[in-house]
């Protein structure tokens, strides 16, 4: 895909995000990786409205050079592209269950939502750690979400928001949207006798899509 099309899809999937709820006002930003750099949300923009022509351009070096001034968690999509090479895009989003489960979780638990259904797996995996909280834009979290990242697909902030990679562009988002389905049904299932895959379950997952 040229880079004027993956414009244009960041342009198109952030407001199909935004329309449907899972970022509001400026909240969420979301990096793609190109051959010779990467492409992000601009600061201070909302995904409902980008501009395909004014998405802020970082060199391999994260040094912007091109469009607005990027986001001011650089430093989040870095530590994440840099510990997942075989990632094209992350996408951090405010979106509302899946920041009700970062408020509920203990920071260092590693799966604080079950596997209720299989696409939740195959999507994120066997794992979401939760880093501890940060003030939002303190580049002091780099290394712990860097630390998350070479482990998981996807973690959750505490009190703050999920932070999905994928190998492309639309593999993030759509692993994004399946993260906040599941954590919705783990909050309308909480304190009830779902159940959950079993550990053999969620080995045949991995094994065939992960």
């Known amino acids: 895909m040229t880079e004027q099309a993956l414009r244009e899809e960041l342009a198109r999937l952030g407001a199909s995000l935004f329309a449907r709820g899972y970022s509001v006002g400026s909240a969420g930003n979301i990096s793609v990786r190109l051959e010779d750099g990467y492409l992000m949300t601009p600061t201070n923009s909302s995904l409902g409205s980008l501009d395909p022509q004014r998405i802020s351009r970082l060199d391999r070096n994260w040094q912007h050079i091109g469009g607005d001034k990027p986001s001011k968690e650089v430093f989040l999509h870095r530590a994440v592209l840099t510990a997942r090479p075989e990632a094209g895009a992350v996408v951090h989003l405010h979106s509302t269950h899946a920041t ?111």
């Open 100 to 210: 009700a489960i970062g408020c509920l979780a203990t920071p260092g638990e590693p799966a604080p939502i079950p596997p209720l259904t299989p696409y939740f797996v195959m999507r994120i995996g066997r794992s979401l750690p939760v880093v501890p909280y940060y003030r939002p834009g303190d580049a002091a979290m780099e290394p712990a979400v860097h630390a998350a990242a070479l482990e998981a697909r996807a973690m959750l902030l505490a009190n703050h928001g999920p932070v999905v990679s994928g190998k492309t562009l639309t593999d993030a988002v759509y692993a994004a949207e399946e993260l906040e389905e599941a954590a919705r049904l783990a909050l309308m299932l909480r304190g009830m006798p779902a159940r959950t895959l079993t550990p053999a379950q969620v080995d045949d997952l991995l094994s065939t899509f992960g």
